[in-house]
């Protein structure tokens, strides 16, 4: 899922929209064909990983903080490192998520 926006910031509408993706009376796309383009907002990764279970892009947009820090304005509060972290972390140890 890309777009717009950052879609952790609007986990609000963007996870009933992935459902109807994955639901069988909605897309019923399967899980493995559906991700979300996220920049990282890190807090919200964890909000995500217990609504919804979906693939995740990272979207760097640059090579390092110093450039991303110009492009990407949350690299300011969450840095290449603090994201990638926080998302190696979850990869690592997936946990079951309700209806799966």
């Known amino acids: 899922m890309m ?4 879609p952790l910031l609007n986990l609000t ?11 069988d009376f909605g ?4 899980k493995r064909r559906v991700t979300l383009s996220t ?3 890190v807090p919200a990764l964890d909000k995500l990983g217990d609504m919804i279970d979906v693939a995740l892009a990272i ?3 640059a090579p390092n903080d110093t450039i991303r820090d110009e492009i ?19 990869w690592r140890n997936p946990t079951p998520i309700r209806g799966a």
């Open 3 to 6: 777009g717009m926006g950052e």
């Open 39 to 41: 920049s990282g907002v």
């Open 72 to 90: 990407v304005p949350i690299n300011k509060k969450y840095n290449i490192e603090t994201f990638l972290a926080r998302f190696a972390a979850i």
């Open 59 to 61: 979207s760097l947009h």
């Open 13 to 23: 509408n963007v996870v009933p929209a992935m459902e109807i993706m994955l639901d």
């Open 27 to 30: 897309f019923g796309l399967s």
